[in-house]
């Protein structure tokens, strides 16, 4: 099989390849402050943390059909700061409601009815119903194509929320399809001397790929 070649292909279509295969991801609840000081969110699964010295996250920005920069990218740019939200099981339906396109200028925060908190390293505010928040100040931005840019943070500050038990994140699928993350389970991670003798004391198919 010669796979599937993404040069050939539309950014549509790429899109929802890439979509379908990278699951479930890590989705990002971003808030920002526009130039008359209403907060901005929109949501984000093209993102995750990407180091822990110094600690960073990554957001992939996609602008407008019209090259012209989304919300979240303008005040990004303009300000350097902006606010990571984790997003669980309960802010789910807020996170999709933040999604919708709104008018520039309209606070999705204030449209879904969702409180915010002061933060203590950024101007931009925090949502109090978020699991955990991110305080963070733009790294650098690179730009891959006219309509994507690649943002690194750094963030400054983790707030949890007040009370939380348990997390139960959500995680973004494909299309409209997310998914619970309930069932975990562990495995230890061995070291090389560990792991050759368990693979010469009973695991025939361990030892036939560490003798090949």
């Known amino acids: 099989m010669s796979g599937i070649s993404l040069p050939e292909l539309s950014p549509h ?3 929802k390849l890439l979509c379908a295969v990278v699951v479930p991801r890590p989705i990002a609840l971003v808030t920002t402050l526009d130039a008359n000081g209403a907060i901005n969110a929109a949501p984000f699964s093209f993102f995750n943390v990407f180091s822990e010295d110094p600690p960073l996250v990554v957001l992939g920005l996609q602008h407008k059909s019209d090259r012209t920069p989304k919300d979240t990218t303008r005040n990004i ?5 902006f606010v990571v939200h984790m997003v669980d099981e309960a802010l789910a339906s807020a996170m999709n409601d933040c ?3 709104f008018p520039s200028g309209d606070s999705e ?4 009815g969702l409180a915010t ?5 950024v101007g931009v505010p925090r949502l109090a119903a978020a699991p955990f928040a991110l305080e963070c100040r733009k790294s650098v931005a690179l730009s891959f ?3 994507r840019e690649l943002l690194v943070g750094e963030v400054l500050r983790i707030h949890a929320r007040s009370g939380l038990a348990a997390y139960r994140p959500i995680g973004r699928m ?6 619970y993350q309930r069932d975990i389970f562990a495995m230890n991670r061995e070291s090389h ?6 693979a010469h004391t009973g695991n025939g198919a361990a030892k036939s790929r560490g003798d090949s």
């Open 13 to 15: 279509d790429r899109y």
């Open 117 to 121: 908190l002061p933060s203590d390293d």
């Open 174 to 179: 494909f299309g409209n399809l997310y998914s």
């Open 77 to 81: 740019h303009r300000d350097g700061e």
């Open 109 to 112: 925060v204030a449209a879904a």
């Open 99 to 101: 999604a919708i396109d």
């Open 193 to 198: 001397a560990q792991w050759s003798t368990r």
């Open 145 to 147: 194509a006219p309509g």
